[in-house]
């Protein structure tokens, strides 16, 4: 597609059940990232993957975050056992040359997930 | 530790006033310096950015931004606001060779009002 795909736009699930988050990044990029945005945190980096490279997991705020990146296309986050304090929107970015001086992020529209 | 700063989470102008948006960041090595809007319910769109060219950034939408390493600032302006600019604002940096990882400010909400 033209941008980055993010499914569901909206996620409503009950506390303890668990959640996986589509991204579909732009085609050719070699970079995908998620965060999440939140009240009263703004936007955290979670994870990011380049290419075949290990990920930076460095961002998941616990062991029942996790994500994956199949065939260095789209990506799933999963969350476990999910808690109220997971509710925030879940975004997703691709771009082609990270850390290069003229590459760009792109912003996939969100996944607002809503834990009840 | 590398950080950003946004003074003001929330900055109300009347249309056609001049906008000014505050951003101060931390950091040892040289930067990128991005400005991002989001309209409600909308992912992130990048505004302009700041690569070490010209410290004087222009972008869409009219807005522009001045990078000033002695302040180590990068304040976002526009002469004239409009209602269509009412979003909330992100101050975001990323290092040369890195991962190209964000890090943002926590955001301001513009407000316009007619």
């Known amino acids: 597609g033209a941008g980055v795909s993010q499914s569901p736009s909206n996620k409503v699930t009950e506390k303890g059940k668990d959640v996986e988050l589509r991204c579909d990044p732009i085609?050719?990029?070699?970079?995908l990232y998620w965060y999440r945005q939140s009240l009263g945190q703004g936007l955290e980096f979670l994870i990011y993957f380049q290419g075949n490279s290990a990920p930076d997991k460095s961002g998941l705020p616990s062991d029942r975050f996790s994500a994956e990146r199949t065939g260095g296309s789209v990506s799933t986050l999963t969350i476990q056992r999910t808690q109220q304090e997971d509710s925030a929107v879940y975004l997703c970015a691709s771009s082609f040359e990270p850390g290069r001086m003229n590459t760009e992020a792109f912003f996939g529209q969100g996944t607002r997930l809503t834990v009840v | 530790a590398q950080s950003v700063t946004q003074l003001g989470s929330h900055v109300s102008v009347s249309e056609g006033a001049l906008v000014l948006l505050r951003c101060n960041y931390s950091s040892s090595v040289p930067p990128y310096l991005f400005w991002y809007v989001q309209y409600p319910n909308q992912g992130l769109q990048l505004l302009l950015k700041y690569t070490s060219a010209a410290t004087l950034v222009k972008g869409i939408n009219g807005f522009e931004a001045e990078f000033k390493k002695s302040e180590t600032s990068f304040h976002l302006t526009k002469p004239s606001a409009h209602m269509s600019d009412a979003a909330e604002y992100f101050c975001a940096v990323s290092f040369s060779g890195n991962t190209g990882k964000l890090i943002f400010g926590q955001g301001t909400t513009l407000q316009v009002k007619p």
């Open positions: 085609s050719g990029h070699t970079a």
